[in-house]
């Protein structure tokens, strides 16, 4: 039989379902309270202290095992990461820049040590360190305070607003990091750094408790910061090489080559784009004092015609000044003798004082992009003098190659015979060293001369299906486009940084008319040069690439030690200005400033200009050679520019043409 007490128990368990939780909880609170108060004192006395004692243990226990937990993940991820390197696994996905290592003794660069964030300060690992094993921000406020801003991105509209994402808005990227307190500027963001610093762009700071209120950051101008680079590069110029050739920043002196003032030539109508009046005051006066082309000196024709005469030319066009019309009509002149050979194919060196050419030493062969690529200039000379000399000397070395024996679907050969007028050391096929400018000046020319000149079109055309069948391959594992070598029938996978004009002009001739795989291939081929620099450790490309075809070591991309040096070069920025222009893609401005940052970190020198290094896979020595070429400022520098400057029709693609070395000449109008 059932106590009363009992069936009172199970008549309100099966009771009314819909009140039974809450009839039942009463009852069992009512039942506990009756079981304690029948408890002794003492029991209940003791019953509370251990309660007490097991709270505060697990307080005390809690924030210990938490920061445990927290060090053994952080360090199982480092310890996967040190082992991938060690083994050479280390996957690098594309788009990811591995993050600054450190910044040992001998990396070059001015940012004061105390702004430096934790990962450069030296005697750290040189390994990148992943965005998961960033410390979390709990010193500067609850991680639902912080707030991810792009304020890279000059192209918003908004850029003096606030903007405020939430974490899970695309906040992957994370290239600035702005705190509840203010400005906290990523490892990666060395420029910003400086422009920060110097220029005070970074905006409101908050008082220390403040309450959160958004915080008003003016994003760094892109475009101003390649200003600021050009300034720090023309300040070492001019103070240790003022009218030589290039500069030597590391042992503050210069280096001649020509005897002409290379660089200062080079820059000039990069100063004129940029908007540096008071620099380009200055160079113009030393050109009208001191440049002298009467001088008993070689110089190599190609090199002086893209740099001297081109340079030259291009700032007349845009100034207006005779002084640089005539001084190019100087030069012009003074290098005509290097056409004066048994086949009208140019020497490569000549004596601008004496009015003699000759060819190298060792051989009576020209380089054939360097006899290819000096038409547009010699061109424009000749439209500008109303003078045909200038014109026929070229026009007759194109018209020669164009029908000569020895191309292999369009590709042409690297060297050709002033003597015989023919190809020789047939067999090897290349887009980059001596012969790439070719293949450019060919849809360059066609475009100069109002798209009439078929022969060069159908040459152009006939070489790009050439490069397509003979020379393009893909990587392992992640199938990135290349151009590689052929060399007697046997592909060599390899490519210079020099091929990273090729998506560039591919996507001016789709721009222009040519069909739309060219810039399907373009995007591809623009993608890889990219991933030259993203996957180096300094975020610099080597001279040259080596690309696994089949999967190896997990990596796509491999450098030989010769090859691992940087030379400041334009090609890879020169493609990304042509593809953001026609394709206004914002990835190829993120692009170029990863690699302005990265030349302002391993190249920058503290006294003033830049210098090319030996080693793009060591940021903690990346082994500066103490040269600042001078095309780091005629091209590098001016595409930079142009690729971040809000005016997109500065030097409209559709009226200029840019030479080999970056001076904009116009396009002919049709009545010329
Ligand atoms: C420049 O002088 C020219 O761009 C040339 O066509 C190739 N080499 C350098 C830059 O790399």
Request: glycine share 6%; hydrophobic share 35%.
């Given at each position: 039989?059932?106590?009363?007490q009992?069936?009172?128990?199970?008549s309100?368990?099966?009771?009314?379902?819909?009140?039974?939780?809450?009839?039942?909880?009463?009852?069992?609170?009512?039942?506990?309270?009756?079981?304690?108060?029948?408890?002794?004192?003492?029991?209940?006395?003791?019953?509370?202290?251990?309660?007490a004692?097991?709270?505060?243990?697990?307080?005390?226990?809690?924030?210990?095992l938490?920061?445990?937990?927290?060090?053994?993940?952080?360090?199982?991820?480092?310890?996967?990461?040190?082992?991938?390197?060690?083994?050479?696994?280390?996957?690098?996905?594309?788009?990811?820049?591995?993050?600054?290592?450190g910044?040992?003794?001998?990396?070059?660069?001015?940012?004061?040590?105390?702004?430096?964030?934790?990962?450069?300060?030296?005697?750290?690992?040189?390994?990148?360190?992943?965005?998961?094993?960033?410390?979390?921000?709990?010193?500067?406020?609850?991680?639902?305070?912080?707030?991810?801003?792009?304020?890279?991105?000059?192209?918003?509209?908004?850029?003096?607003?606030?903007?405020?994402?939430?974490?899970?808005?695309?906040?992957?990227?994370?290239?600035?990091?702005?705190?509840?307190?203010?400005?906290?500027?990523?490892?990666?963001?060395?420029?910003?750094?400086?422009?920060?610093?110097?220029?005070?762009?970074?905006?409101?700071?908050?008082?220390?408790?403040?309450?959160?209120?958004?915080?008003?950051?003016?994003?760094?101008?892109?475009?101003?910061?390649?200003?600021?680079a050009f300034?720090?590069?023309?300040k070492?110029?001019?103070?240790?090489?003022?009218?030589?050739?290039?500069?030597?920043?590391?042992?503050?002196?210069?280096?001649?080559?020509?005897?002409?003032g290379?660089?200062?030539?080079?820059?000039?109508?990069?100063?004129?784009?940029?908007?540096?009046?008071?620099?380009?005051?200055?160079?113009?006066?030393?050109?009208?004092?001191?440049?002298?082309?009467?001088?008993?000196?070689?110089?190599?024709?190609?090199?002086s015609?893209?740099?001297?005469?081109?340079?030259?030319l291009?700032?007349?066009?845009?100034?207006?000044?005779?002084?640089?019309?005539?001084?190019?009509?100087?030069?012009?002149?003074?290098?005509?003798p290097?056409?004066?050979?048994?086949?009208?194919?140019?020497?490569?060196?000549?004596?601008?004082?004496?009015?003699?050419?000759?060819?190298?030493r060792?051989?009576?062969?020209?380089?054939?992009?360097?006899?290819?690529?000096?038409?547009?200039e010699?061109?424009?000379?000749?439209?500008?003098?109303q003078?045909?000399?200038?014109?026929?000397?070229v026009?007759?070395?194109?018209?020669?190659?164009?029908?000569?024996?020895?191309?292999?679907?369009?590709?042409?050969?690297?060297?050709?015979?002033?003597?015989?007028?023919?190809?020789?050391?047939?067999g090897?096929?290349?887009?980059?060293?001596?012969?790439?400018?070719?293949?450019?000046?060919?849809?360059?020319?066609?475009?100069?001369?109002?798209?009439?000149e078929?022969?060069?079109?159908?040459?152009?055309?006939?070489?790009?299906?050439?490069?397509?069948?003979?020379?393009?391959?893909?990587?392992s594992?992640?199938?990135?486009?290349?151009?590689?070598?052929?060399?007697?029938?046997?592909l060599?996978?390899?490519?210079d940084?020099?091929?990273?004009?090729?998506?560039?002009?591919?996507?001016?001739?789709?721009?222009?008319?040519?069909?739309?795989?060219?810039?399907?291939?373009?995007?591809q081929?623009?993608?890889?040069?990219?991933?030259?620099?993203?996957?180096?450790e300094?975020?610099?490309?080597?001279?040259?690439?080596?690309f696994?075809?089949?999967y190896?070591?997990?990596?796509?991309?491999?450098?030989?030690?010769?090859?691992?040096?940087?030379?400041?070069?334009?090609?890879?920025?020169?493609?990304?200005?042509?593809?953001?222009r026609?394709?206004k893609?914002n990835?190829y401005?993120?692009?170029?400033?990863?690699?302005?940052?990265?030349?302002?970190?391993?190249?920058?020198?503290?006294?003033?200009?830049?210098?090319?290094?030996?080693?793009?896979?060591?940021?903690?020595?990346?082994?500066?050679?103490?040269?600042?070429?001078?095309?780091?400022?005629?091209?590098?520098?001016?595409?930079?520019?142009?690729?971040?400057?809000?005016d997109?029709?500065?030097?409209?693609?559709?009226?200029?043409?840019?030479?080999?070395?970056?001076?904009p000449?116009?396009?002919?109008?049709?009545?010329?």
């Amino acid at each position: 039989m059932l106590s009363p007490q009992r069936k009172d128990y199970v008549s309100l368990t099966l009771g009314d379902q819909h009140s039974s939780s809450y009839t039942n909880g009463k009852h069992r609170r009512q039942s506990c309270w009756r079981k304690w108060k029948q408890l002794s004192r003492l029991q209940r006395s003791l019953i509370l202290f251990l309660l007490a004692f097991l709270f505060i243990c697990g307080i005390l226990s809690y924030s210990n095992l938490t920061e445990q937990w927290r060090g053994l993940s952080d360090r199982s991820m480092k310890e996967d990461w040190v082992e991938m390197d060690n083994r050479g696994l280390r996957p690098i996905p594309p788009g990811l820049i591995p993050k600054l290592p450190g910044v040992a003794p001998g990396v070059i660069q001015d940012i004061p040590p105390e702004v430096l964030p934790e990962l450069q300060r030296p005697n750290i690992p040189l390994l990148p360190k992943p965005q998961a094993m960033r410390k979390p921000p709990s010193k500067r406020g609850p991680p639902a305070l912080q707030k991810r801003v792009n304020v890279t991105d000059p192209q918003l509209k908004d850029r003096e607003k606030p903007v405020i994402m939430k974490e899970d808005e695309g906040g992957t990227e994370a290239k600035t990091v702005i705190s509840w307190r203010g400005a906290m500027i990523e490892a990666e963001q060395g420029t910003e750094l400086q422009i920060t610093l110097h220029g005070k762009e970074a905006g409101t700071d908050f008082e220390e408790g403040a309450s959160l209120k958004p915080v008003t950051v003016k994003p760094v101008d892109r475009a101003e910061a390649v200003r600021e680079a050009f300034k720090h590069a023309w300040k070492g110029y001019k103070a240790f090489a003022w009218g030589h050739d290039e500069l030597k920043p590391i042992s503050r002196t210069h280096a001649e080559w020509f005897g002409l003032g290379l660089t200062l030539i080079d820059a000039l109508d990069t100063m004129w784009i940029l908007d540096l009046k008071e620099e380009f005051a200055e160079a113009r006066k030393w050109v009208e004092t001191e440049l002298s082309f009467s001088k008993n000196v070689d110089v190599n024709l190609f090199e002086s015609t893209i740099r001297i005469l081109g340079g030259l030319l291009s700032t007349y066009h845009l100034t207006g000044d005779t002084l640089f019309l005539d001084k190019a009509k100087d030069i012009g002149f003074r290098l005509m003798p290097a056409f004066k050979t048994p086949s009208k194919i140019p020497f490569s060196d000549v004596n601008i004082g004496k009015g003699t050419a000759h060819p190298p030493r060792w051989t009576t062969d020209s380089t054939v992009a360097e006899v290819t690529s000096i038409q547009l200039e010699f061109r424009e000379l000749s439209r500008l003098t109303q003078d045909p000399q200038y014109q026929k000397a070229v026009e007759e070395v194109t018209k020669q190659v164009h029908k000569l024996e020895g191309k292999h679907d369009g590709l042409v050969p690297m060297f050709i015979n002033t003597n015989s007028g023919k190809f020789t050391r047939k067999g090897a096929f290349t887009l980059g060293a001596r012969a790439d400018s070719y293949y450019e000046y060919l849809l360059k020319q066609w475009l100069q001369g109002g798209k009439k000149e078929t022969e060069l079109l159908e040459d152009y055309l006939q070489a790009i299906e050439g490069v397509k069948k003979n020379l393009l391959r893909q990587t392992s594992p992640s199938k990135l486009t290349f151009v590689g070598e052929l060399a007697n029938g046997h592909l060599n996978p390899k490519m210079d940084h020099l091929v990273c004009f090729l998506p560039g002009t591919l996507a001016l001739g789709t721009h222009n008319g040519l069909p739309d795989d060219h810039m399907d291939l373009a995007q591809q081929l623009m993608e890889t040069c990219h991933q030259m620099y993203a996957q180096m450790e300094t975020g610099l490309s080597p001279e040259i690439a080596h690309f696994n075809m089949q999967y190896q070591n997990g990596r796509d991309i491999d450098v030989k030690p010769a090859d691992r040096h940087n030379l400041l070069r334009p090609e890879t920025v020169e493609s990304l200005f042509y593809m953001y222009r026609f394709t206004k893609d914002n990835k190829y401005r993120d692009w170029g400033w990863d690699i302005l940052q990265s030349f302002n970190k391993y190249t920058r020198v503290p006294s003033g200009g830049y210098t090319s290094i030996s080693n793009v896979r060591d940021p903690s020595n990346p082994a500066p050679r103490d040269k600042m070429e001078s095309f780091f400022l005629g091209e590098t520098l001016k595409y930079l520019f142009l690729l971040f400057v809000d005016d997109t029709e500065l030097i409209s693609l559709d009226k200029y043409v840019f030479n080999t070395e970056a001076h904009p000449l116009p396009i002919w109008p049709s009545t010329s």
